[in-house]
């Protein structure tokens, strides 16, 4: 049986390596930004597996949908957060911070315009914004595939 996996080693070793070689000619060039967040995700499948052999006490697919729900829902988290930030829910809010303190201020610097600062939905990044959507939805598939698995098994 070993003699069998060894040939199916070298048999797909060339392919194996012409894919490795492709892509990282793609990354190099920065061309596609998909290859990136797909890098990323296998980061993140990797921590999440390397996390539950580190911490859990068994290795049964229960505590690998554990570990990946956690990971995913704190992605979700800050996905929703960026999202209340994008939608301009904090905007008043800092606006009438900004108002009050340049009211009740003592020092007053009269060079800071504070009408004139960007508001937090102004300042939020839309390619941050798409990495984390991309990652955050990457991750609670794998999730849902995982529970599907367990439940299914």
């Known amino acids: 049986m070993r003699r069998y996996y060894l040939f199916l080693i070298e048999e797909c ?9 492709t892509n990282a000619e793609i990354l190099c060039k920065g061309e596609n930004r998909m290859n990136k967040k797909g890098i990323f995700l296998l980061l993140n499948i990797t ?12 290795y049964g697919i229960i505590h690998f949908v554990n ?25 008043g809010i800092t606006f009438g911070f900004r108002r009050f303190r ?30 984390l959507k ?10 849902l595939l995982l529970m599907f698995l367990y439940y299914l098994l």
């Open 134 to 143: 991309f990652q955050t939805i990457a991750l609670i598939g794998i999730f």
């Open 13 to 21: 070793s060339y392919d194996i390596l012409l894919l490795a070689i």
């Open 102 to 131: 340049s009211i009740m201020s003592r020092d007053r610097d009269y060079l800071e315009e504070w009408k004139d600062k960007p508001l937090p939905s102004e300042k939020t990044n839309d390619t941050f914004y798409s990495f």
């Open 67 to 91: 570990g990946f729900f956690f990971i995913s829902f704190a992605y979700l988290i800050v996905l929703l957060f960026q999202l209340t930030i994008r939608g301009g829910f904090y905007n």
């Open 47 to 58: 921590v999440t597996v390397l996390l539950v052999f580190i911490f859990s006490d068994g």
